[in-house]
């Protein structure tokens, strides 16, 4: 083998002795990462897990890269699961608004959501 030459085959054995498992992902069209502040979308990744002693880890590669300010997705619901919105309505009697504010403001967590609801009327 020449030095800096990959030879993918060699490399899957390696990974196969080591007891890492990769496996690639097909039909993956979006791959979003939301943080606090902002968005980023990969359109049309390379996907790929890999699972070491348990833990799976994602690679996500290539694809064109959007990002969107924070300001601009929080005027937008995606964000947000219906399910757990439900719940926090059912269970505090709030508005869909304040229930939204409720979920975004504790992390997403509905339980948090509506202890924040029902302590802060």
Do not use: C, W
């Not at 498992?21 to 897990?49: E, L, R, W």
């Not at 508005?95 to 009327?121: C, F, Q, S, V």
């Amino acid at each position: 083998m020449i030095k800096g030459h990959v030879n993918e085959r060699q490399i899957k054995r390696m990974m196969q002795q080591m007891g890492i498992k990769s496996n690639d992902m097909d039909g993956i069209v979006q791959v979003d990462f939301i943080f606090k502040d902002k968005k980023i979308s990969v359109k049309g990744p390379q996907v790929t897990v890999l699972e070491i002693q348990g833990t799976r880890t994602y690679q996500v590669v290539g694809g064109e890269e959007t990002s969107e300010n924070a300001v601009t997705s929080q005027g937008k619901e995606s964000d947000i699961n219906e399910d757990d919105l439900n719940l926090v309505m059912q269970k505090t009697g709030a508005d869909r608004e304040k229930a939204i504010d409720a979920l975004r403001k504790n992390g997403h967590k509905p339980a948090e959501a509506i202890i924040y609801l029902m302590t802060n009327r």
